[in-house]
């Protein structure tokens, strides 16, 4: 049997209703589900992503804890102990004008069952709140948001985050966000 454990700590978060955690390689089949369904990908990227995009961006995960501290959590449903989706902080090194250099960029994104009922702001905010504790003070933090999804647009205000431009990242309209 392989060992499935993460060689450094990865911190777990717990609130009301959730619980985010290091992912695992058994995150996998849950992960690549929630990516390659269309209405989550809707305004990440425009299309379902295929098995091997997921597994590399589980392996993006882990690199970014390992190597900057900071990264990406499974967020699990604390009463049934279902995959609700991820969140986290990221250094995708995007090229954008303006830039996002230096600011650790959040993401989120939901399981089609765990959207609409709170999830992402309090997965959000326990992520925000992770990072006003662990990054260097005055360390502002970002978001990118696609201008349709109204969704993700409230979760960021909600949460702290403010309109500073409108650009586009490959092609595709998207609002920068940050806190």
């Known amino acids: 049997m392989t060992d499935r454990s993460i060689p450094f700590d990865i911190p777990t978060i ?24 269309e209405t ?29 501290g900071y990264g990406f ?8 102990g279902k995959f609700a989706g991820e969140c986290g ?16 960029e959040i993401g989120w994104a939901l399981a089609v069952w765990a959207q609409g009922r709170g999830v992402a702001t309090e997965a959000i905010r326990a992520a925000v709140e992770w990072g006003d504790a662990h990054f260097d003070a005055g360390t502002r933090t970002s978001c990118m948001i696609d201008p349709d ?14 309109e500073f431009a409108r650009t586009e990242y490959r ?6 966000y940050r806190r």
């Open 73 to 80: 959590w499974a967020i699990e449903d604390r009463e049934s």
């Open 171 to 176: 092609g595709t309209p998207t609002i920068l």
């Open 14 to 37: 717990e609130t009301d209703r959730l619980i985010l955690r290091a992912h695992t390689l058994d995150d996998f089949e849950d992960c690549a589900a929630m990516w390659g369904d």
């Open 89 to 104: 902080f990221a250094d995708f090194k995007r090229d954008l004008v303006p830039s996002l250099d230096g600011m650790p």
């Open 149 to 162: 999804n109204l969704a993700s647009i409230r979760v960021a205000e909600k949460c702290g985050y403010e």
């Open 40 to 68: 989550v990908t809707r305004h990440i990227g425009g299309r379902p992503f295929a098995p091997g995009d997921v597994w590399a961006r589980l392996l993006r995960y882990t690199g970014h804890w390992a190597h900057l």
